[in-house]
C-alpha cells in the first residue's frame, strides 16, 4: 500500500489533530478511521462515471496513539471493489498531502 505517515507525534498535538480531524473529515465507522473526500474536479474519468454507484470517492486516514497514516488509493465509500478503486493520480496525491499539510500548518505541528 501506498501511504504517507505521520509518526512521533507528541500526546498533546496528536489530541488536536484528532479534533481536527473530527470537523474536516468524515468519520468512519471503524475506529480511528477517517475518510478525506476527494473533489469531484479531482476524479478520473471512470470515477466520475462511477459516482453514482461507487462514490463518493475518498482517500482513508489512519490515526494512532502517535501517528497519522493517509493511504494514497481514491476508493469510493459505496462499493468495496470496483475498478475505479486506484491508486491516486498526481493531482489527487497532491491535493491529499496538501491538505494534509494545511492541517498540520494550521495546528502549528511541526513534522
Request: one cysteine or more; aromatic letters at 6%; proline letters at 4%.
Amino acid at each position: 500500500m501506498r501511504a504517507y505517515l505521520i509518526d512521533e507525534l507528541n500526546s498533546t498535538d496528536m489530541q488536536r489533530l484528532l479534533s481536527c480531524l473530527e470537523t474536516k473529515t468524515v468519520k468512519a465507522s471503524l475506529e480511528d478511521m477517517y475518510w478525506l473526500e476527494i473533489p469531484k474536479n479531482l476524479l478520473s474519468t471512470e470515477q466520475r462515471e462511477h459516482a453514482a454507484q461507487c462514490g463518493p470517492f475518498v482517500c482513508s486516514l489512519e490515526t494512532g496513539p502517535n501517528w497519522l497514516k493517509v493511504e494514497l488509493l481514491t476508493r469510493g465509500r459505496g462499493k468495496l471493489r470496483c475498478s475505479c478503486i486506484a491508486y491516486a493520480g498526481r493531482e489527487q496525491r497532491d491535493w491529499i498531502l496538501d491538505q494534509i499539510d494545511a492541517m498540520l500548518t494550521e495546528l502549528d505541528i511541526p513534522v
